[in-house]
């Protein structure tokens, strides 16, 4: 299993900054893709952002130009810089990745979710 632990949320003027971490823990696994999800109340869960092992960056257009995603392969760690935050951007995130067991090949990748963390943007 990996366990997820995510912090960096909270109440945030529009256009201002907050910048989320996610720290992956699993006893073995190797970490593949690292992302970011949010999800506002009745409505799907969207991508926001991933990066690859490598650094190769996906970003959805609402974000494009105003997050940045990037990762610590040494520490397992994502992290989600959010700059000229919007109220639009209001949504509990999510940390997602893909890792794959430990003496496995070829690699078999299972996705894991943190817990979620509140970003508020409001003035």
């Known amino acids: 299993q990996v366990q997820l632990v995510e912090s960096g949320g909270g109440l945030v003027q529009p256009g201002g900054s907050l910048r989320l971490s996610c720290a992956a823990s699993?006893?073995?696994?190797?970490?593949?893709?690292m992302g970011w999800y949010r999800q506002v109340p009745g409505m799907q869960r969207e991508s926001v952002a991933s990066?690859?092992?490598?650094?190769?960056?996906n970003y959805a257009d609402s974000v494009k130009g105003r997050f940045t995603i990037s990762r610590d392969n040494a520490k397992n760690t994502v992290y989600l810089q959010m700059d000229s935050l919007k109220p639009e951007d209001t949504a509990v995130y999510y940390c997602?990745?893909?890792?794959?067991?430990?003496?496995?090949?070829?690699?078999?990748?299972?996705?894991?979710w943190g817990q979620g963390t509140q970003v508020t943007v409001s003035s």
């Open positions: 699993g006893n073995g696994f190797s970490i593949n893709v």
């Open positions: 990066i690859t092992t490598g650094g190769t960056t």
């Open positions: 997602n990745v893909g890792a794959s067991p430990p003496r496995t090949w070829p690699p078999k990748w299972y996705f894991y």
